[in-house]
């Protein structure tokens, strides 16, 4: 038994049992009761495997803009030891990209990308996210033509982004399947306890990843173009004089830029279908205002984002709600069940797409999601495309969704029209 901050007493049992709940795929299907279970407990309670798990958006915000909150950064890995899954391939990778540094290193890295996805980025990519819609519903249409039903996941959700992403880096079409499972793979790494198989399928999917974008880096370094790598090959030879560590330093950038762009938008993409299916009030307004499909996308990223929960580690001793929290220690940072804290948003368990208020569903801070602003754009087009060429459509059987709790998955969706 453990008391929280207001004095609310924690049965570790029960928080072994309620965590179990959610890991489930059951659970996975709808997690929100079970973090408003863990709300009703407190802001602030006691992880069974130690640290804490963050349940309200005043905290969780505040803990993810804060410079006193660090990522799990290399020598925070190699404090913990070896022989556990800090000190595993996936972990060590993930160490030395964007995600897992802290600055002064995270400052130099985000820096030499510069605006990443900006206004004019965007609008250069415009057309070709158009017509990859176009063609994915194409697809669609015949498979739904030929047999009556079909799986939007696997049709659409999972394409468009690694198309777009490939797109702008000129990756080899042929080269999607394999980015796609590679990036599958490499999420149980930064899952909340991966399980041993789940640990060596990201240790695979880790060393099929560096072995693939060591070789993108070197095959474009010998014939530079005007893409974005070529561009920040050339930045990282005037910053860095070391060759080696700049090639490394940019296989763990694009790589890290690619995988953060397919797991999240993919799963945001099918979660939109799947949620507006369960909402037909809040659907058949939108079909009779398409125009509101940008502040939908942004809904759908607060009821049920592609994330629920990252990690963050103090650099001193603090307090967090009248709970102390020692140098080092771990909190969990809830972002789902922030999204749904009725101190913040009116009704929060309502899916409302004229909501307006700002949601964590990308993160905060200096680790705010770079990719942000082109799922908006894909996760838009697509809606559109939809609303204007499949108002019918429906999702015929519930999702299916992977037991894992940070990175959200939904493996299958089946669909048809009316």
Known sequence: MEPTAAGTIVDRRSMVSLMSRLRASRGQA?????????????????????????????????????????????????????????SAPASRQLSKTLQGLNPPHHTRQRRSLGNVFDRNTLTGLQPFVAQAVEDLLDRLSGQLRTNGEADFSALVGEDLPV?????WLKLPQADHALLRELTHGQAYAQELLPSASQLAQANAAAEGLREYFTAVVAERRRSLGDDALSNWIRTWDELEPDREVADETLYHLVMFIVIASLETTSTLLSNMVWLLDQHPRQRAWLLDHPEAAPNAVEEVLRYDPPIHLTTRVATEDTVLSGVRIARDEVVHVMIAAANHDPDQFVDPDTFDIGRTAAHLGFGGGIHYCIGAALARVEATELLQGLIRRFPTLRVTTPPLWEPRMAFRRLTALHVAER
């Open 163 to 167: 198309a777009t992403i490939g797109h």
């Open 30 to 86: 709808d997690p929100y009761p079970i973090y408003a279970e863990l709300r009703s407990m407190g802001d602030v309670l006691p992880a069974p495997w130690g640290g804490h798990l963050l349940l309200s958006h005043e905290l969780c915000d505040q803990v993810l803009r804060s410079r006193t909150w660090a990522t799990f950064d290399a020598e925070w890995r190699a404090r913990q030891g070896e022989g556990n899954r800090w």
